[in-house]
């Protein structure tokens, strides 16, 4: 008995090393894997999660205290009632056109816009507004009227939404997707007053770990340079504190494939505001998302069948983006066509290989 006491002292005595060990090291640790990642003032991430940000409660009292929005089913049902006179022309085929070939009619139904005052994002204008919401943190002006048209559709809150499950599945298993940044100039992760934000598209698998499920920094990405030319973007920012924060970018072409259709978006003065590690980042890119593209997207991924399972009325939602819309006026309507946004992202870091120079394209800076 006394020999098997003395053994478990000396396990307890060792196990203690072993946490005092990596407590002291940690920090060296961090050090060291900053500095392995860093390559002649270089690093690169990769996106592994994109999706509107979306604050919500747990139960949408605060930020949807009349509940949440009718999808397609439930309005058909409202606006054609069982036992009146129906043909699938004035019914079906008629909400499935205006769907697809929206128009500027009044709504028919009610919609639930956000009524809370919080939400994720950036202040895009620099102004303070009354319509403009609060961050959770305190910042006021947050700029994102997406938010404010989704906030209260099931489809996009997560994590159960149709929207927010397939979308971030698609950007994990989808080269397509496969949207990376590269910071170069870079002499510290927590600290400097210029770096150089270069936006690529790769195209390899992301390394993951044996489930298949969880992206793993360290692995490579290739630019491409035949398909993804044109989406290269390059900007300026600044690292305090540990967070980067680029200059507007005059506009983005998002690459954005889900449920196996190829599609974009288009983001104008879009920004990133990001949290960097040595081995990810996490943040915000927010900017002025282009409505028709905003909206095109959304249909041609999504089927009736799967709008509705999100209880997403493409008819009511395009309204109400165009009645939202809040930036980028059309120079003859005075209409405004774009709408402010922000977009949660977690990347990974990874090594960008670059081509021989011959193939370089040339970048379109902001």
């Not at 994002?121 to 997406?146: A, C, K, M, R, W």
């Not at 939602?317 to 165009?322: N, P, S």
């Not at 709408?339 to 990347?347: E, F, G, P, W, Y």
């Amino acid at each position: 008995m006394t020999a098997v006491y003395e053994i478990s002292v000396q396990q307890k005595i060792l196990r203690l090393m072993i946490i005092l060990s990596v407590t002291l090291l940690s920090p060296l640790l961090s050090v060291a894997d900053a500095a392995s990642t860093l390559r002649d003032g270089k690093i690169g991430y990769v996106m592994t999660d994109l999706f509107w940000a979306v604050y919500q409660t747990p139960d949408g009292k605060e930020e949807c205290p009349s509940g949440y929005n009718d999808g397609p089913r439930e309005q058909f049902e409202k606006l054609f009632p069982e036992g009146s006179v129906r043909t699938v022309v004035d019914t079906q085929l008629k909400q499935e056109s205006e769907t697809w070939h929206p128009t500027d009619a009044p709504e028919s139904l009610p919609f639930l816009e956000v009524e809370g005052s919080l939400s994720y994002g950036l202040n895009l204008d620099g102004e303070i507004g009354s319509n403009d919401f609060t961050h959770p943190n305190g910042e006021q002006g947050i700029d994102n009227e997406v938010y404010r048209a989704v906030g209260c559709i099931i489809g996009f809150r997560g994590p159960d939404g149709v929207e927010v499950i397939f979308q971030n599945k698609a950007i994990t298993d989808r080269r397509y997707n496969r949207m990376m940044i590269e910071l170069s100039g870079v002499d510290d992760l927590s600290s400097d007053e210029e770096v150089t934000v270069t936006l690529y598209r790769g195209m390899d698998r992301l390394l993951t770990d044996a489930t298949g499920l969880k992206v793993m920094s360290g692995g490579s990405q290739r630019v491409d340079m035949r398909w993804g030319a044109k989406l290269i973007r390059q900007t300026t920012g600044k690292i305090v504190d540990g967070v980067l924060t680029t200059d507007p970018i005059a506009e983005m072409v998002m690459p954005w494939m889900n449920l196996s259709v190829p599609s974009i978006h288009i983001f104008r003065d879009m920004r990133l505001q990001l949290n960097l590690t040595p081995n990810g980042a996490e943040g915000l890119l927010a900017g002025y998302a282009d409505v028709d593209a905003w909206y095109k997207q959304l249909i041609r991924n999504d089927s009736t069948h799967h709008l509705s399972n999100g209880q997403i009325s493409g008819i009511s939602l395009r309204k109400a983006l165009g009645r939202l819309a809040d930036s980028h006026p059309d120079p003859e309507t005075g209409a405004n066509t774009a709408i402010s946004t922000a977009l949660d992202v977690k990347m990974a870091q990874v090594y960008i290989v670059h081509p021989e120079k011959d193939d370089q394209a040339e970048i379109i800076s902001h």
